[in-house]
């Protein structure tokens, strides 16, 4: 004779096969399980055909409040027979939760008190879902009321990367992604021109706040008598890099000044693991965000004081461009900032002028790569979003010269005392092609190895040079900080970083790096866009790939690149018009056509 049991939520018949039970489930299929694992119903006779009757459901709760008894007493009561049919229907109430309770084997009828505040949370989870369901309507139509404002937080919890599902969305039979919240924040006019991406990828955008020591009492080399001049952008707020170059009997000696930012950042402190944490400043055109505290960049910034400390690399170097030998040590500088296009017209300046060029030379006669594709900087000043393409003006190579010449050799002297850096290395590209022309430049770039740091040395082939390190923006990047605690704990005769622990410190900062320069990509590109769609634009691209019946053009006065649909053959690095159509901002995409 078969028993009725529940197995796993569902009425199975049950028969006694030894220390087992063999159950006949919905459908015919068989299975064998322990007693333990079922829950016994009825003795039976039984089927799985099973119909409970109408029942006095409260009349038998209203005697039970707070009383537990047994399925059968429970089935008895409502239902007046014990039988499967009603035995199934009691357990079916208890499930129910309503009035009864299933607590092991048996049944708890619910106190007043706890089927009244039942109800009531029921009532409260349906006035939500009405609720819910009318503010859906509303964002369906586009007309928000004022209680619509936890659904919109909630799409922009979304579209800020800060929670990965929705159920508003889902209701609205949208994506559940970023993209999606984004294009709908727009539709209903909650954002507008909003910059989503470096909350996205989880960056901080506000400074560290966090205390600066004071500098400490160390010797200095007092070189306040020589010149140096700190040249950058116009705009630039963190100096912490200043040059000067002279010619002597050998050739030439080169000052290099960099921001002795290790002198207040000791490894293992508070600012060194924020630091460490943030990999570098975040430039965006709505403004920079530093990964150290302004107090910092006020203190030791060149020539933001009459007098600042430096780190200063002072290098011999041949006419030829080799670098004969070098001193690091700290010292006090007097430097005068200069823009690319102020320091042009500066007469102190032909030496360093002179060297660069020479070492440029030499670069590239060892495999080094120059790319001069367009660039621009983007910056959003009050409302109006600016676009300026970067000058080329000599005076950046000047400059660059100068910082590859201190980065070579600081590589050079950690490797020969056996120091452990934070090495700059690249492989050599996958082919060289040959030309000047923006097409050859683009295609060049594609080839290019990306750009690794390790704490090993290696060649960096795309500078052309043996040995290389990034060791001149410590206020901006955090591994040419730790080159510095390195090359200060050498020259102070400590314990620098271990070979291992460096190699930590370039994982950990590669990793944030890489989000902070795809923050800044995105920002980009992002106000660029947002430019297009408010102003329209006509203007010249240059043709420098050609993917079937596409071009893609470069527009150098948004440094911007385009896919355009091709009516006509074109050649490589073809100049034509072309006209903004339209703007995906929530994917970062734009439409243009030829004019």
């Known amino acids: 004779m078969a028993a009725l049991v529940v197995y796993k939520g ?4 049950a028969v006694e096969k030894g220390d087992r039970l063999e159950l006949t ?79 092991g084997e048996r049944v708890r009828a619910r106190t007043r008190e706890e089927v009244e505040a039942r109800l009531e949370a029921q009532r409260q989870r349906e006035e939500r879902e009405r609720l819910f369901q009318e503010g859906i309507r509303r964002l369906r139509e586009g007309v928000l009321a004022l209680e619509d404002r936890p659904l919109v937080q909630e799409v922009e ?7 990965r599902e929705s159920r508003v969305l889902k209701a609205l039979g949208l994506p559940e992604t970023p993209e999606a919240a984004h294009a709908l924040l727009l539709r209903l006019g909650v954002w507008r021109r909003e910059n989503p991406h470096p909350r996205r990828l989880g960056l901080a955008l506000s400074p560290p706040e966090l205390s600066v020591p004071p500098l400490p009492e160390e010797g200095r080399v007092d070189l306040t008598h020589l010149p140096a001049y700190a040249i950058d952008d ?40 924020e630091a460490m944490r943030r990999g570098a400043n975040l430039y ?75 070492f440029r030379r030499r670069r590239l006669a060892q495999g080094g790569l120059e790319l001069h594709l367009p660039e621009v900087k983007v910056r959003l000043e009050g ?12 005076s950046r190579i000047w400059v660059q010269e100068a910082m590859h010449l201190a980065g070579y050799a600081a590589a050079h002297l950690a490797y020969r005392e056996g120091l452990p850096f934070p090495f700059a290395t690249q492989e050599s590209p996958s082919r060289r ?59 102070k005769g400590q314990k620098p970083l271990s070979q291992e622990e460096v190699l930590q410190r370039v994982g950990a900062a590669e990793a944030m790096a890489d989000l902070v320069r795809e923050a800044e990509r ?16 006509e203007g010249y691209g240059v043709l420098v790939e050609r993917r079937g019946g596409q071009g893609i053009f470069l527009l150098p006065e948004l440094g911007l690149t385009a896919q355009v649909a091709l009516d006509r053959p074109l050649p490589l690095d073809a100049e034509v018009r072309l006209r903004f159509l339209e703007a995906d901002l929530p994917r970062l995409e734009a439409r243009f056509a030829l004019l």
């Not at 919890?157 to 929670?163: I, M, P, S, T």
């Open 10 to 13: 569902r009425p199975a018949l």
């Open 25 to 103: 489930l919905p459908g015919g299929s068989q299975v064998r399980v322990r007693p333990k694992d079922v829950l016994w119903l009825h003795p039976g006779p039984a089927s799985l055909e099973l119909s409970p009757p109408e029942g006095e459901e409260e009349a038998a709760w209203e005697l039970l409040q707070g009383q537990v008894v047994e399925l059968k007493d429970l089935a008895e009561l409502v239902y007046g027979a014990y039988t499967p049919d009603t035995a199934y229907g009691a357990y079916l109430l208890a499930q129910r939760g309503e009035r009864f309770l299933l607590e």
């Open 157 to 163: 919890a979304v579209a800020l990367g800060e929670r």
């Open 234 to 273: 116009e705009e630039s707020q963190d100096p912490d890099d200043a040059v000067f170059a002279e010619r002597v009997e050998e050739g030439f000696r080169l000052w290099v000044h960099v921001a002795d930012v290790a002198a207040l950042v000791e490894p293992f402190s508070p600012l060194d693991q």
């Open 284 to 358: 965006l055109p709505e403004g920079t965000v530093p990964m150290l505290p302004p107090g910092i960049t006020e203190a030791l910034g060149l020539g933001l004081r009459e007098v600042s400390p430096a780190l200063t690399f002072a290098l011999w170097v041949s006419e030829e461009g080799e670098v004969l030998s070098e001193e690091v040590f700290p010292s006090w500088v007097r430097v005068e900032r200069l823009s690319y296009r102020e320091a042009l017209g500066v007469a102190e300046l032909e030496a360093l002028r002179e060297l660069a060029l020479i």
């Open 383 to 394: 409302d109006e979003v600016r676009i300026r393409p970067l000058e080329a003006y000599e």
């Open 433 to 491: 092609v040959e030309g000047e022309t923006l097409s050859a430049m683009w295609e060049q770039r594609k080839a290019l190895k990306r750009a690794q740091l390790k704490a090993v040395p290696a060649p960096h082939k795309g500078l052309g040079l043996p040995l290389y390190a990034q060791v001149t923006s410590p206020l901006r990047r955090y591994l040419d900080l730790v080159a510095h605690q390195q090359l200060r704990a050498w020259l």
């Open 522 to 537: 995105r920002s980009k590109l992002h106000w660029v866009l947002v430019y297009l769609m408010e102003r329209g634009y």
